[in-house]
């Protein structure tokens, strides 16, 4: 071995990403967070991080005023489009609301079904 040989560097991106797929993965519907929300900014900005990180959110507006339900409803709505998410209306006080990777594995369409 020489003086000036080249050691094997190692990419932390590259390291990262490897074990990011050898980790074991979860459905989609295992990681929903079911809320009756409250006109909390904090716990929404709260859940919108969850949302960001993986974890659909299925929101109940039913007990908030029209004012706070339009706004919250907004806010949700504005977060899930700028992480090029989808919102569902379950009913006139519910909806889901995730990242389109969340859709993919078919456990998050099936559970909106059922309910």
Known sequence: M??????KKVNEYEEASNNL???ATTLASERVIFEQIQDDDER???LVDQ?????P???NFE??????VNKLLAF?????YAVDGNTVKI????????????????SLNELLHQI
Request: aromatic share 14%; with cysteine.
């Open 44 to 46: 929404a900005a709260f």
């Open 51 to 55: 949302m960001k990180l993986g974890s």
């Open 91 to 106: 009913n006139d006080y519910t909806y889901c609301f995730a990242r389109k990777e969340e859709f993919s594995d078919g």
């Open 2 to 7: 020489g003086l000036f040989s080249k050691s």
């Open 21 to 23: 797929n050898n980790e």
């Open 57 to 59: 959110l299925i929101i």
């Open 76 to 80: 949700f709505a504005g977060a899930c």
């Open 63 to 68: 007990k908030l005023p029209i004012m706070g």
